[in-house]
């Protein structure tokens, strides 16, 4: 298959393709660390955006009930509210 003229010459071939060798195992390296950061970037941010969307959705109130009022000059007196929280949310801050 390969012709040998000089048995010196055999050793450098096998030293030109080690250092190939080594030089993609570097760069196939460098590009998985680059992919598995961005994966990692990408997954914090969906995570941070399910959150966000489910607290909007779920932390809300209900308004069950309300009347007001007439004053004087037929503006509004009194204005009273039944509200609940509604299913599944959290504790809100009135």
């Known amino acids: 298959m ?6 010196d010459e055999r050793g450098q071939v096998g030293i030109g393709t080690l250092i190939v060798f080594i030089a993609m195992v570097l760069v196939a390296a460098i590009a ?6 961005t ?4 997954q914090a941010t969906a995570e941070d955006a399910g959150q966000e969307s489910v607290d ?3 932390n809300r109130v209900e308004v069950i009930n ?3 009022t007439v004053g ?5 007196a009194n204005i009273t ?3 609940r929280l509604a299913a599944g949310s959290g504790a809100v801050d009135m």
């Open 32 to 37: 998985a660390g680059v992919l598995v950061n």
């Open 72 to 76: 004087s000059n037929e503006d509004i």
């Open 66 to 68: 309300q009347h007001g």
């Open 56 to 58: 909007k959705v779920t």
């Open 39 to 42: 994966a990692g970037f990408l």
């Open 2 to 7: 390969f012709e040998i003229f000089n048995e």
């Open 81 to 83: 509210m039944t509200i």
